[in-house]
């Protein structure tokens, strides 16, 4: 079965510069979840998409931002980059917002030196 | 708000050993709770899932019912093996909130 699909696996960036993850959703699923897990933590929300229209937003810094693009899938935009933002970042996608179970991709491990 | 409390670890069992891992929960509304699995290196892995009260999620021999009465979703297995061995967290997400909010997580070492 298809899963979520997330690009890059990992990303090695320096302070100050930009970063741009990519996650495509499993077919027909509506709606495209991001989440930061800093190392130990638990997983944190940062941003929700559903029918490629921002439904819900947690902890995301405001140097992050984020989409969903007609074909589904939804790219993490992150600008100037702090060492605190190396993390794993999870993409997961969902059908019917809300009490569904989401399935979560691989991950993307990004690293700020 | 809603929050989930799980049980702190890390957690280090013998093979065969009875496992538990508390779960508590604090939600508005009706809420779906879960239990994700990450083994090293890799994401989070549904577990198991209940979506109303009383209803038991199973899978791989692990087991976790829905108590409203007690907001609780433990985790338990009769038997761990070796294999079982990553982080357990547990989660919930309801119709008012469009996104997962997880415990801390509890990490489970299973030795021979």
């Known amino acids: 079965a298809a899963g979520v699909i997330q690009s890059p696996r990992h990303l090695i960036k320096e302070k100050r510069e930009t970063a741009t993850l990519k996650c495509y959703p499993i077919?027909?699923?509506?709606?495209v979840y991001w989440y930061q897990q800093g190392p130990g933590q638990d997983p944190q929300f940062l941003i929700s998409?559903?029918?490629?229209?921002?439904?819900d937003k947690g902890s995301i810094p405001d140097r992050f931002s984020a989409q969903q693009f007609s074909d589904y899938h939804s790219e993490l935009n992150m600008s100037s980059l702090e060492l605190g933002d190396s993390a794993l970042y999870f993409c997961?996608?969902?059908?019917?917002?809300?009490?569904?179970?989401?399935?979560f991709g691989p991950g993307t491990r990004l690293t700020v030196l | 708000g809603n929050s989930v409390t799980q049980m702190e670890g890390p957690v280090t069992l013998s093979e065969e050993a009875f496992l538990t891992i508390n779960c508590t929960y604090t939600?508005?509304?009706?809420?779906?709770l879960f239990w994700y699995v990450q083994y090293p290196g890799e994401g989070l892995q549904l577990l198991l899932k209940?979506?109303?009260?009383?209803d038991k999620g199973s899978n791989k021999g692990f087991e976790a019912t829905y108590r409203k009465e007690t907001t609780s979703f433990h985790l338990e297995k009769g038997s761990v093996q070796v294999s079982d061995s990553a982080v357990y967290f547990c989660?919930?997400?309801?119709?008012?909130?469009?996104?997962?909010?997880f415990g801390a997580g509890t990490r489970l070492t299973v030795k021979p």
């Open positions: 989660a919930l997400s309801t119709t008012n909130n469009n996104d997962m909010r």
């Open positions: 997961a996608s969902s059908l019917f917002r809300g009490r569904d179970e989401q399935f």
């Open positions: 939600a508005t509304g009706y809420p779906s």
């Open positions: 209940a979506t109303k009260a009383d």
């Open positions: 077919p027909r699923h509506d709606t």
């Open positions: 998409f559903y029918e490629k229209m921002q439904s």
